[in-house]
């Protein structure tokens, strides 16, 4: 929704209902000091939307965009951090090394929320090889 066409007070996080309705979702302070105020009203605001669709445009600093971002995982993060954090799951550095490649071929950004994505898919992978093993044991 543009900008220009809410008309609500600054500080207050608000969603379009289905009906059309303006709701009001979280309230939020913007002192001067360093505190994360913003960021918590808009993670307050994204938790209780679940299960509907929504738009939202936040203005704010680059700082606080980069707080954000950190706090939600989808920060960028370098290719050699990326490779780190997988070999710390237990990664080979080869098979780390080849997920990175394959991340940057179908134009995926290295975040730790990719990370831990390909971490539990590996493990859903184990354990349904561990299940098959089982059933052929039998």
């Known amino acids: ?19 059309g309705e303006m709701q009001e979702l979280a309230m939020c302070e913007f002192p001067t000091e360093y505190n994360d105020d913003a960021a918590d009203a808009m993670r307050y605001a994204i ?24 706090m939600l995982g989808i920060q960028n993060i370098t290719r050699k951090r990326f490779i780190k954090l997988l070999m710390g799951c237990g990664i080979q550095r080869n098979q780390a090394t080849m997920l990175a490649m394959m991340a940057n071929k179908n134009k995926l950004r290295y975040t730790p929320s990719l990370v831990q994505y390909i971490v539990e898919k590996i493990i859903e992978m184990i354990e349904m090889v561990e299940m098959v093993e089982k059933y052929k044991r039998r």
């Open 47 to 70: 938790e209780n939307t679940k299960g509907y669709e929504a738009t939202a445009t936040f203005t704010m600093t680059k700082e606080e965009s980069r707080r954000f971002q950190k």
């Open 1 to 19: 929704m543009p900008t220009e066409d809410i008309k609500q007070e600054i500080g207050k996080a608000f969603i379009k209902t289905a009906n």
